[in-house]
């Protein structure tokens, strides 16, 4: 068994796109393993409290802003486009009644 984990090579489409290291929670089940390096074990790197400090850093900065963003409403701006164009056409309609751009018109009369 070895000391450490490898960084894992990431392939999209074909394309090297980088690799994972061991801290970005790649765990071997059943060992224990170390949550902050990549040592197996007992045997850890020397990367432990550095990187501690960073994912401690980050999970206070997530939670801060999953904070801010629940106190904001959860309701999107524009209505979500559905059906054919005519739909798309009533919702313009209606966004533009709202802004005060639209004015009804009377419909036409007959002689």
């Given at each position: ?58 999970l ?12 904001t ?29 639209l ?9």
């Open positions: 068994m070895p000391m450490f984990r490898k960084p894992l090579p990431v392939i999209d489409g074909g394309v090297y796109a980088g690799t994972l290291d061991a801290i970005h929670n790649i765990r071997m089940v059943g060992v224990p393993n170390c949550m902050f390096c990549s040592g197996i074990g007992d045997h850890h790197s020397g990367a432990c409290a550095q990187n501690k400090t960073k994912i401690l850093s980050f206070a900065r997530k939670k801060k802003l999953a904070a801010a963003k629940g106190a409403p959860a309701e999107p701006d524009k209505p979500t486009r559905r059906g054919t164009n005519a739909g798309l056409r009533a919702i313009e309609r209606k966004i533009l009644q709202e802004n005060g751009q004015v009804a018109q009377p419909a036409p009369t007959q002689p």
